[in-house]
C-alpha cells in the first residue's frame, strides 16, 4: 500500500503520465512539490512507477542537472531547472502584463498581493508583491497550492466553463487543511455560483489558519488565472476584505484588457 508524504499528493497528470519524459516530470513534481526532503523510498510509496525504472528516472535526472543528492541521501531541485526557470520567467508574457496592474493593487492595500495561474486542480503562484507589513505570507513564486482552498484558485476555477469546472472538481481530494476548509464538491460548487455572481472570491482561513484574501479571476483566451489580496486575519477584518473586492476585481479587468490588446493578432 502506498504512503503518503504530509502535504504531497500524486496528481492526476502524475499518476496518469505516460513515456518516459512523462514520468520523469511526475518524479520532478513530487519532489518539488514536497514541504520535507524526499529519500527513494519516499519517492517510489508517492508514484506508481516500478522500483528499477524510478531508480533510472532519477539517476537520468542527477545526471542531467535536475536533480542533486544531499548529503543525507534526500532529493533536491538541481541547478539546471534555474536556467530554465529564469528563462521561462524572461519570456513569460502574462506576467509582464499584469505586473503594473497587481504593483498597483499592492500600492492601494499595502497588504501582499499574488498572481496565480491554474493548472489541474491547483494553482502555480506566478508573481508575488510581499506586504509592507512586518507580519507576512509564507508563499513563494512558483509554488503550488490547492486551488478549491485559496481565494486565487477558487477565482479561477469559477471562470471554468461549466463542464471543465465540474470534470476539475470531480478530480480533487478533499484534504481539510483548516476547520474552515470546504469539504466536498457540493459545497465548493455553490460557492463559485457565488464567487460568478458577486465577481470575487474569498479565502477565510480555509488553506491557512489566520490567512485571509479576497480575490478575482482573470480569463484571456486560454489562460485561467487569478489575481488576489492576502494578509492575516487579525489585521485584515472582514470589512477591509470586503473594501477591497471593488479594486481586486478592477485589477484583474485591467490585466484582461491589456492582454487582448497587447495578444491580439496584428495586422
Not at 54 to 78: A, P, W
Not at 173 to 178: A, D, E
Amino acid at each position: 500500500m502506498k504512503k503518503s508524504v504530509p502535504g504531497v499528493t500524486a496528481s492526476d497528470d502524475q499518476r496518469n503520465g505516460t513515456g518516459t519524459l512523462g514520468k520523469a516530470i511526475s518524479v520532478l513534481d513530487i519532489i518539488a512539490g514536497s514541504p520535507e526532503p524526499l529519500r527513494f523510498t519516499d519517492v517510489l510509496n508517492l508514484s506508481n512507477q516500478p522500483r528499477g525504472t524510478l531508480h533510472r528516472q532519477i539517476s537520468n535526472l542527477i545526471e542531467e542537472g535536475l536533480l542533486t543528492v544531499n548529503r543525507d541521501q534526500s532529493y533536491g531541485l538541481g541547478l539546471r531547472l534555474l536556467q530554465f526557470a529564469s528563462k521561462a520567467w524572461a519570456g513569460n508574457q502574462f506576467r509582464a502584463i499584469a505586473e503594473p496592474h497587481i504593483r498597483k493593487l499592492h500600492e492601494a492595500t499595502g497588504e501582499t498581493v499574488h498572481l496565480g495561474v491554474l493548472r489541474g486542480t491547483e494553482v502555480i503562484y506566478l508573481d508575488k508583491i510581499e506586504s509592507r507589513q512586518s507580519v507576512r505570507t509564507v508563499s513563494q513564486i512558483g509554488n503550488a497550492a490547492p486551488a478549491w482552498c485559496t481565494g486565487v484558485g477558487k477565482a479561477a476555477l469559477s471562470a471554468l466553463p461549466d463542464a471543465e469546472l465540474r470534470e476539475r472538481v470531480g478530480r480533487i481530494r478533499f484534504v481539510r487543511y483548516t476547520p474552515n476548509t470546504l469539504g466536498d464538491a457540493r459545497s465548493l460548487l455553490e460557492e463559485i455560483e457565488q464567487i460568478r455572481k458577486d465577481g470575487n472570491a474569498y479565502d477565510r482561513e480555509e488553506h491557512e489558519t489566520g490567512i485571509v484574501c479576497v480575490a478575482a479571476p482573470v480569463r484571456a483566451e486560454q489562460l485561467i488565472a487569478g489575481v488576489s489580496v492576502t494578509g492575516p486575519a487579525y489585521r485584515i477584518t472582514p470589512h477591509a476584505l470586503q473594501s477591497w473586492a471593488g479594486i481586486t476585481r478592477e485589477a484583474a479587468a485591467a490585466i484582461m484588457r491589456d492582454m487582448e490588446t497587447r495578444m491580439a493578432p496584428r495586422g
